[in-house]
């Protein structure tokens, strides 16, 4: 059974810096994809970002391309999201997600692994 446990969240003011940490176990990771998905009460979870394992690339949201990178190390498991130039909307409950393939997908339902979350918030 494959665990993801996110790190890294907290408090940071707008135009901050935060990198979230994604720890996989379980499986191996050959054909997998990982994403992080944010959501906030009374909303939809979204699509944040992905990235293949086997290939590396990658997939953004218009809403992040440009401030967030997703880059993986393949020797620890471990997916990492380093935001920059963070606004008060992305304050959030960040969460890993992971699915098998080797295309990246956007949608909740085409993952069957998650994490517990993780919070951010960025203060104006």
């Known amino acids: 059974q494959v665990q993801l446990v996110e790190s890294g969240g907290g408090l940071v003011q707008a135009g901050g810096s935060l990198r979230l940490s994604c720890s996989a176990s379980?499986?191996?990771?050959?054909?997998?994809?990982m994403a992080w998905f944010r959501q906030v009460p009374g909303k939809q979870r979204e699509f944040v970002g992905g990235i293949s394992w086997s290939v590396g690339s990658t997939y953004y949201a218009d809403s992040v391309r440009g401030r967030f990178t997703i880059s993986r190390d393949n020797g620890k498991n471990t997916v990492y999201l380093q935001m920059n130039s963070l606004k008060p909307e992305d304050t959030a409950v960040y969460y890993c997600?992971?699915?098998?393939?080797?295309?990246?997908?956007?949608?909740?339902?085409?993952?069957?692994?998650w994490g517990q979350g993780t919070q951010v918030t960025v203060s104006s």
């Open positions: 379980g499986r191996t990771f050959s054909r997998y994809i």
């Open positions: 997600a992971g699915s098998d393939g080797i295309l990246i997908r956007t949608t909740t339902p085409e993952y069957n692994d």
